[in-house]
């Protein structure tokens, strides 16, 4: 099962989850994990960063998942 992450102004598609992965939709890269909707780095650091803040409609994407990401803007 994969979870689809958008932003919340443009609605463009900003990522995906699948088997507890976080993965870019511009590179497929895998860039965090997810264990109960919390988002881990690579290296398992919390980064206080929760799924249910992540697309809310009308809502910009947070800064910080941006960086996760590996960009600082909605493409």
Request: with cysteine; proline share 3%.
């Amino acid at each position: 099962m994969s979870d689809f992450i958008h932003d919340g102004v443009t609605g463009r598609q900003l990522a995906w989850i699948h088997d507890d992965e976080l993965l870019s939709a511009e590179t497929g890269q895998k860039c965090a994990t997810v264990r109960d909707g919390e988002l881990y780095s690579l290296d398992g650091e919390r980064l206080g960063l929760h799924l249910q803040s992540l697309g809310a409609v009308g809502e910009e994407t947070p800064e910080a998942f941006l960086r996760l990401l590996g960009t600082t803007s909605v493409p």
